[in-house]
């Protein structure tokens, strides 16, 4: 393309070591010994931006750092070659583990709730956000214990005024919160809808009736549902597309969402229609799925995935 690249700016408040490993069973009362290990810089925001990077975009992560935890991670991201900047916090960064268990063939993944933040530190980085240069403003991932919830309500207010597109990933009250707010993409797991319009949404009519709910009460310009192995659906304001899921070995969901998400908002920021974005979010999340560790995927494989996956891409009616 002749214009310059969007620059994406992905928030990750809550970053973590990655660390994965298989094992031959996991069971209680026993020392598990694992095997295969190995170590990825992780958390929403973090696994955005390198998916972005990885599939040819231009991206800048923002994120805290504390203890000795912050280092080992600021050591992975120095390796890489993405772009991201750190704000000291005096807590230390989180450590996660996933386990693959090859007799069920299971994935258990031990996700720790992470540092506590202080005031002056969050209110740092919302500070950062007021002249950070981007063109696409992603927060994904989960508040740190001492963010208040409506933080990412916060960082939506100062999108608006500067005029970025803002998207979201995230959960709890922290998405409550943001769905009063602007937003130009909110994504969503089945599991994080039905928690934010407290019912069950057993099909796929239900579910689209819950996204254009959804699209009428709030402020979103798009709403993205992953939907596992049953695919995934996107809603606008004036129509809606739907993507089945696709065969493929599953042998690590982690990153999976994020990289669904960071595929979307790439091909967005470089003017790709819905149904092309959604087949490139598809095709991300659909390649991830076949590696082990956190959000590897490779852009040969997305882009052979998008090409399998476009023409069973179909518009669905968005009844209110």
């Known amino acids: 393309m002749a214009e310059m690249p969007k620059r994406i700016v992905t928030l990750a408040l809550n970053p973590a070591v990655d660390v994965a490993a298989e094992a031959e069973a996991v069971r209680p009362a026993h020392k598990i010994r694992t095997f295969n290990e190995r170590f990825d810089p992780g958390g929403g925001g973090v696994n955005v931006a390198r998916v972005v990077r990885t599939l040819g975009g231009e991206a800048h992560a923002l994120l805290f750092l504390g203890g000795a935890t912050g280092a080992l991670l600021q050591e992975m991201l120095d390796a890489t070659s993405l772009s991201w900047e750190s704000l000291p916090i005096q807590g230390r960064t989180r450590i996660s583990l996933t386990v693959h268990d090859r007799g069920s063939g299971q994935e258990y993944r031990f996700v720790p709730e992470g540092p506590v933040v202080a005031e002056r530190e969050w209110r740092a980085m919302l500070d950062r956000l007021e002249t950070v240069e981007a063109d696409w403003l992603v927060a994904s991932g989960s508040l740190p214990r001492g963010v208040p919830d409506d933080f ?45 319009l407290r019912r069950t949404l057993p099909n796929e009519a239900a579910q689209e009736k819950a996204a254009a709910e959804l699209m009428r009460t709030g402020k979103l310009d798009r709403l993205a549902l992953s939907l596992g192995a049953a695919g995934a659906l996107l809603a606008t304001r004036e129509e809606a597309y739907r993507v089945p899921g696709q065969r493929v070995p599953v042998r690590s969901a982690v990153g999976a969402g994020d990289s669904f998400l960071a595929a979307m908002v790439l091909a967005y920021a470089r003017g790709a229609p819905d149904a092309e974005a959604l087949a490139w979010a598809a095709a991300a999340g659909t390649a991830v799925v076949a590696h082990f560790g956190t959000a590897q995927v490779s852009r040969e494989e997305t882009e052979a995935w998008f090409a399998k996956i476009l023409p069973q891409i179909r518009a669905v009616p968005l009844a209110g």
């Open 152 to 196: 990412y309500a916060s960082v939506s207010e100062i999108a608006e005024r500067r005029r970025i597109p803002f998207v979201v990933d995230t959960s709890g009250p922290a998405l409550r919160a943001v769905t009063a707010k602007n937003v130009s993409l909110l994504k969503l797991s089945l599991r994080e809808l039905e928690w934010l």
